[in-house]
């Protein structure tokens, strides 16, 4: 009997399907968009025909297509092209990247920029509008925080978007004030929404090409599906299906999208969109909502008040039993669920709802899932695996967080219980890795370094070493563990004859590089849907 005639045949001694904690020696064999199958190189040779296209290596590690569980598509293209200000060490110096970014781009209308941190400034102190408008008096400057749950703006930022001292807080969120009442320059929560939606108005060709720049840079790290989740409603315009179905229609998609809007409590949008995209490569698939926001602003929902301010545990971002309501009436109609959840409260009222709707609707495989996870209560840990609920982490939040300011917002009886990766796994938690982008940059390597080392922010000290997990267990929750979160096990996640052809190929085996080196991995070949999507070395 004949067998099926290859488009692409990889081998190499190391290869990582996924399905082991290690590398063996393969080869496997892609036609159309599916692989074929997996053996000895001489055992492949059956399916090589003369259009065949034959890559050999040596070292280098194959392995399945990175799977990023959670980001911000859209915003975090818009953030490749702003100011990054997470190196600044000082007021002075994150002035100084904000007046060389505005200098260099005379044609914007607003000076974006992100990711600073005065938790790491030599003053500790966050900044004001004053500082801002030394440098930029006549030009709106919108820079977010590193965790993005508040921003810094300058005075023409607050006129623009009509912020005044008589501007009320909005529901979920607070205007800094100074000493005289007036805004300091410093918005926190939903009362950043007014400033975003000036400073986001894009035309439809400025947003295709901040999509060509973003499907570029994701193919050159490796990834070949993402989840773009629900930001903030003032971002709604900026997030565009449409756009991506248009990329999808003229084959220019290359990479896998599942899209995740607001569980707000209509689901007539929702089951509009689920209606009209399940593709393989473009699909709904579920919904995602904010209960709390992050430690560092004390906007995290604690079940205890803060350590270092004993009047305040942070509230939830809406009332709990709407969100309950909504848990409820979402899950009766089949959607899978995603709470931001940081605060050790937000995770126990996530896990309150999940537990809440199977009581109400029948236990069911709905695969909701936490995000973030960053100080649990111990007793909230089994609950994942109890629940079915996949536990949804970003492990690099833990060495861009500052962590003496970090320990002190939250004191030391709660510090063992920062960022649980391995506890949650040895309970039975499915583990789904992502970045955050923008929160984070988008390179998985980042992550997986993290993951393993569990090193802090000064990069010397491990944060709570017996959390760390193996990078087997690393590679596998950016790969299996958001493909199992997704309903795609069956078809993504690992490398076996019959799912989708999404691998990569790594230029240095990781495996057998110190872990201090694994950020410095880079990726030799991207294939997506069959498709070489990215080959170091060529123009595509």
Known sequence: MSQQIADVILSSNYVF??????????????????????GTADEMKAHAGDATKIYTFTD????PGFHDFHLHLMDGAVSMTTANLFSASSLEEALETVREYAESHPDTSWVIGSSWDSGYWDSQQLPDRYALDRILPDRPALLFHAEGHYA????????IAGIHRDTENPPYGIIGKDEHGEPDGILYEKAM???????????????????????????????TSVHDLFATESMEMLYDYELYKEFEDSGELTIRIHVWPALNGNLDYPKQVREKYQSDKLRLSGLKQFIDGVVTARTAYMLEPYADQPDSRGETSFPEEMLKDWVVEADKEGFSIRFHAIGDGAIRLALDAYENAQKVNGVRDSR???????????????RFHKLGVTASMQPNHMGMSERGVYTERIGMEREPYVFTTHSLQRAGATLAFGTDT???????????????????NGGEEVWNPDQRISLADALKAYTAGPAYGSFREHELGTLEVGKLADLVVLEQNVFEIPAETIPETNVLLTIVDGKVVFEKGSER
């Open 17 to 38: 399907t996924g399905l082991s904690d290690g590398p063996r020696p393969a080869s496997i064999a892609i036609a159309d968009n599916k692989i074929i199958a997996i």
């Open 60 to 63: 280098q590690l194959i392995m």
């Open 152 to 159: 810094w703006v300058n005075s023409k930022a607050l006129e």
């Open 193 to 223: 929404d007014a400033v975003i939606r000036k400073a986001y108005d894009f035309t439809k060709e400025q947003k295709r090409e901040l999509f060509t720049s973003f499907l570029s840079y994701a193919a050159s790290l490796g990834i």
């Open 368 to 382: 909701h899932s936490i995000e973030h996870i960053e100080v649990i209560h111990p007793d909230d840990i089994h």
């Open 438 to 456: 923008p929160i984070d940059g988008l390179n998985p390597f980042q992550q997986i370094y993290r993951a393993v080392t569990r090193f802090d």
